[in-house]
Structure formats: structure tokens, C-alpha cells
């Protein structure tokens, strides 16, 4: 089986970093595909809690290659801090390669990305801010500087040169802010230069052979489809080329589609968002408030692992669940977090919406819609009951299991596993991910 998927079914934030930890052991390589800093993935395993940004959630196993490719843009700065990070913690990293083809994110990205969040007043994105969006954005405008720059000395001094005093033009004149110093960059960037060189390397052609070989790769998707600048809610998204779906993995890593033998989508039991735009099933009282904060005591409460803000809550989205397991043919589903749902009375899963006094069970292709659809949920008595020690469906009380067959009737997709905490083993293995 050459190539899985492991995609974001929601607005990010669905636990994917767990679910590629757990699912890697069985593949060869593990490559991220897109974004940049602005995603964040949690892991727990035997040697503490990590939060990366940055290098795949596989870079635990030292025995496999664990890839950023192309696909995706790269805050240097975080990048070195993140390996530091991991070294500090006796992880070992020679296992780590990055694509010479990926796109930098440089000092007038995340200057831009404040300063244009700032002009848009009210109609701010709620952005990350880490320049993720503005380096893809220049990318696609070919005014982006890659890695491969970045280690020929002569060409990022022209480059940077060339880009810097269009940037400083618009900073200063457009924005009436600051200029960039060339030398502190030009000093700054050298540096990162020598150090991420040992790790650099055509990623592409790795996967590629890898594929022809018949290995299984890992593809590690980030933040969710609906933050796909296509089929995500449009504005409120991410700049990311390619797609934030299951389909972008073949263009992020350099595969044709046909390698593509599996895509699982990861879901929260609930719904959550950071940042501004349509959720129909926010619950802004008491029970998103409890949503956010069940798991307070253990460090698992929802705030941004990026930003650190707190993210809406709110019931799990049957209609937009249904959608994005079609947009990215999803084969089977991760379901993360059940354990959060225990104590509520009662539970909800959304599976219609009204809009415009009409009833639709798919989503409205605008934000203004979607901003006005109002929920009909299936409501669903609750349990009481700890779930974070079982290990198979049976284990877990009967309004659990519902639960979980609701979800699975309201995506038509296949649950293969179901997660009740943060940590590896805590887990319900239904059928293997990867089969
Ligand atoms: P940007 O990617 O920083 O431009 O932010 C655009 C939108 O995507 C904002 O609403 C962010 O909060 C959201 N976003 C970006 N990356 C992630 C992620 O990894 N998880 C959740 N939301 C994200």
C-alpha cells in the first residue's frame, strides 16, 4: 500500500498528530504536506508532551524518514527551535529531511500578516500570524524564496535584495510602518543557513522512489478541510497551496493520484474553531464553556496550541462532516476525544440546517450563508461513565457507542478508530488504519 492520507475533517485541531503517531509505526515515511507554522499538532507518548509546529508527528520513530516536502512553508527561526527543542529531550532528529523545493517564510511575511489583519478591522481572518499565509501568498505571486536559495549564497542576496525593497515600499508607504534592515536579515538568514543545510535534500524523489518500491508513506495532512481555500469556508481560511485536502497530498509531496491508496479523515466527537467565521453549532454559554475546559486538569483544555487562544465550541457538525468526507474520499475515520464528552446530559449531533426557511443537508457555498444557518440537531442522553480506560467498543457505556454510530451513519464512513485521551495506548482500535 503506497501512499495514506491522515486529513483534518473539521477547522483543524482534530487530534491528527495522535493519530499519525499511532499509525506511523507501520509506514516507512512520514511526510508533511502543507502549511506552515500556523498548524500545531500535540503528542504524547513515553517521553512527555510535545507540541510541533513544523516536523511530522512520526519523528518519534527514529527509524523512519520523516519529511517536510515542498508543499509546505518554512519559518526557519521555528524550525531550529523546534529541532533544539527535540534534541533537548534526547529525541533523535538525523532522521529528519527537508525539501530543498519548500518556500521560506521571512521577517515581511509576519510583519504583513499583523499589519493586514490590523486593516481589516472588523473583518479580520483571526489569522495566526505566523506569515504562513502571506509566504504562500508570495509563493503563488513568485516572489517566494526556497529553501534551495537559502543555501546559494549569491542567489538569496540577490533575492532578498530584489523582494526586500518591494516589500519595505509597501510596508513603509501602504502600511506607513518600519523598514526591514537588509543586514540584520541578510546576518540572520547566513545563519539559519549553515545550520538546517545537513538536513536539506529533493524530498520529492525520496517519496517518489519510495513509492516505486511499494513502501508505505505516511502523508501527514494539517489544520482541516474546511480551512481549504477552495472548499473551506472562503475568506475565513488558509492561504495554503496546495489544498488543505486529501487531494493537495499528491501535489505537496510530488505523487500522482493513483498512488493514493487510503485517505482517513480525523474528527473531533465535537466541533471546535479558532480564529473568526461561520460555525453554525458554536455553543457561546455553559456548554461550550465546558466543552473548552474538560480536559483543564490535564493539559488537554481546548486552547490553540499556535496562538494559545481559547477555540469555540460546539456540537459535531453532521452536515459539514458529511461533506468533507466526500471532498476527500475518505475511507475511514479517527474520531478523537470521546472521553471530553463524558458528563453532559445530553448530547448533539447537528444533521440538517435551515437556511433561508429552507432545510439543506449540505453546506451553503457562502460564508453569509453559512453565517445564518440554524442547526437542527438528533439530541442523545449523555453518560456518566469514565471512557478513558476502554480499549474496545464493548467497553464503552451504550449512549457512547450510539454516539459513535451516529457519527458514522451521518459521514457513511467507516469508524477505524476511536481515541479516549491524549495518550498512545488510549485508544479503540475498531480495524487498523492502514489496512
Ligand atoms: P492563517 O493560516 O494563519 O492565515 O490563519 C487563517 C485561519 O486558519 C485562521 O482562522 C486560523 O486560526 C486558522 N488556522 C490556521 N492554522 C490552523 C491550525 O493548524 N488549526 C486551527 N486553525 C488554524
Not at 506511523?24 to 516507512?28: E, G, I, L, P, Q
Given at each position: 500500500m503506497p501512499a495514506v492520507v491522515i486529513i483534518g475533517g473539521?477547522?483543524?485541531?482534530?487530534?491528527k498528530g495522535r493519530v499519525v503517531d499511532y499509525a506511523?509505526?507501520?509506514?516507512?515515511i512520514i511526510a508533511r504536506y502543507s502549511a506552515g507554522t500556523n498548524a500545531g499538532h500535540t503528542i504524547v507518548n513515553d517521553l512527555g508532551k510535545f507540541s510541533l509546529h513544523?516536523?511530522?508527528?512520526?519523528?518519534?520513530?527514529?527509524e523512519k524518514k520523516c519529511l517536510i516536502t515542498h508543499g509546505v512553508v518554512i519559518d526557519p527561526f521555528k524550525l531550529l527551535e523546534e529541532i533544539s527543542m527535540l534534541q533537548d529531550r534526547s529525541?533523535?532528529?538525523?532522521?529528519l529531511i527537508i525539501s530543498n523545493r519548500a518556500h521560506l517564510i521571512m521577517p515581511w511575511h509576519k510583519i504583513i500578516d499583523e499589519l493586514e489583519e490590523k486593516r481589516r478591522g472588523?473583518?479580520?481572518?483571526?489569522?495566526?500570524?505566523?506569515?504562513t499565509s502571506p509566504a504562500f501568498i508570495d509563493k503563488v505571486a513568485r516572489n517566494g524564496i526556497r529553501v534551495a536559495d537559502l543555501l546559494n549564497k549569491k542567489r538569496f542576496t540577490e533575492k532578498l535584495n530584489l523582494i526586500l525593497k518591494d516589500k519595505n515600499e509597501l510596508i513603509t508607504k501602504f502600511f506607513g510602518s518600519e523598514p526591514l534592515a537588509y543586514n540584520e536579515i541578510l546576518n540572520e538568514y547566513s545563519d539559519y543557513a549553515t545550520k538546517l543545510a545537513p538536513y536539506v535534500s529533493d524530498t520529492m524523489s525520496i517519496v517518489q522512489k519510495a513509492d516505486e518500491n511499494g513502501e508505505t508513506i505516511l502523508l501527514e495532512g494539517a489544520q482541516?478541510?474546511?480551512?481549504?481555500?477552495?472548499?473551506?469556508?472562503y475568506p475565513y481560511v488558509?492561504?495554503?497551496?496546495?489544498?488543505?485536502?486529501?487531494?493537495g497530498a499528491c501535489i505537496g509531496v510530488g505523487?500522482?493520484?493513483?498512488?493514493?491508496k487510503k485517505v482517513v479523515g480525523v474528527f473531533k466527537s465535537y466541533q471546535t474553531r479558532v480564529g473568526e467565521g461561520p460555525m453554525?453549532?458554536?455553543?457561546?454559554g455553559e456548554t461550550g464553556d465546558k466543552l473548552r475546559n474538560q480536559g483543564l486538569e490535564d493539559g488537554?483544555?481546548?486552547?490553540?496550541?499556535?496562538?494559545g487562544r481559547p477555540r469555540r465550541c460546539g456540537w459535531f457538525d453532521g452536515v459539514l462532516a458529511k461533506y468533507t468526507a466526500k471532498l476527500n474520499g475518505m475511507d475511514a475515520i479517527a474520531l478523537t476525544?470521546?472521553?471530553?464528552?463524558?458528563?453532559?446530559?445530553e448530547i448533539k449531533v447537528c444533521t440538517s440546517y435551515n437556511v433561508n426557511g429552507k432545510t439543506v443537508d449540505t453546506p451553503p457555498g457562502t460564508f453569509e450563508e453559512l453565517n445564518i444557518a440554524i442547526p437542527n440537531y438528533e439530541t442523545f442522553p449523555g453518560w456518566?461513565?469514565?471512557?478513558?480506560?476502554?480499549?474496545?467498543?464493548?467497553?464503552?457505556?451504550n449512549n457512547a457507542r450510539n454516539f459513535v454510530k451516529k457519527i458514522q451513519s451521518v459521514t457513511t464512513t467507516p469508524i477505524g478508530m476511536v481515541s479516549?485521551?491524549?495518550?498512545?495506548?488510549q485508544a479503540i482500535i475498531i480495524k487498523q488504519l492502514l489496512d
Open positions: 473539521q477547522w483543524g485541531d482534530e487530534g506511523a509505526k507501520n509506514c516507512s513544523l516536523i511530522p508527528a512520526g519523528i518519534f520513530y527514529s529525541v533523535d532528529i538525523s532522521n472588523k473583518n479580520a481572518i483571526g489569522t495566526t500570524k505566523t506569515g482541516g478541510a474546511l480551512l481549504d481555500i477552495d472548499s473551506g469556508t488558509t492561504s495554503a497551496v496546495p489544498a488543505s485536502i486529501a487531494a505523487i500522482g493520484p493513483k498512488s493514493i453554525p453549532t458554536e455553543l457561546k488537554t483544555a481546548e486552547y490553540g496550541t499556535t496562538t476525544r470521546l472521553d471530553t464528552l463524558s458528563g453532559f446530559e456518566k461513565e469514565d471512557v478513558s480506560e476502554a480499549r474496545q467498543l464493548s467497553d464503552l457505556p479516549v485521551g491524549p495518550k498512545r495506548e
